[in-house]
């Protein structure tokens, strides 16, 4: 089992600025991917981004040029850097690793973007 533990949500401005963390414990050793998906009011879960254990990332188009992924794999963290805010980033983010042959989630973090 994995068990994942996320920080840094809350209420910001459009245009600022967040840092969302997460950090893995448990059978950590299997992980290849960690990553971050969303989830909008009335919308689906989307992929935000995601980054391999050799460091390969994969923004969502909506973000890129403004969210940066990073992971630190002597301490099984996961952090996305989110720059100039909109209110469309406005969504429960969650984080996402996958490893021995499954995802794992975390609770959830919200982030809202006001106008």
């Known amino acids: 089992q994995v068990q994942l533990v996320e920080s840094g949500g809350g209420l910001v401005q459009a245009g600022g600025s967040l840092r969302l963390s997460c950090a893995a414990s448990?059978?950590?050793?299997?992980?290849?991917?960690m990553g971050w998906y969303r989830q909008a009011p009335g919308k689906q879960r989307e992929l935000v981004a995601t980054?391999?254990?050799?460091?390969?990332?994969n923004l969502a188009d909506s973000v890129k040029g403004r969210f940066t992924i990073f992971r630190d794999n002597t301490k099984n963290t996961v952090t996305l850097q989110m720059n100039s805010l909109k209110p469309d980033d406005t969504a429960v983010y969650y984080c996402?690793?996958?490893?021995?042959?499954?995802?794992?989630w975390g609770q959830g973090t919200q982030v809202t973007v006001s106008s």
């Open positions: 448990g059978i950590i050793f299997g992980i290849n991917f």
């Open positions: 980054i391999t254990n050799g460091g390969s990332t």
């Open positions: 996402w690793v996958f490893g021995l042959g499954r995802a794992y």
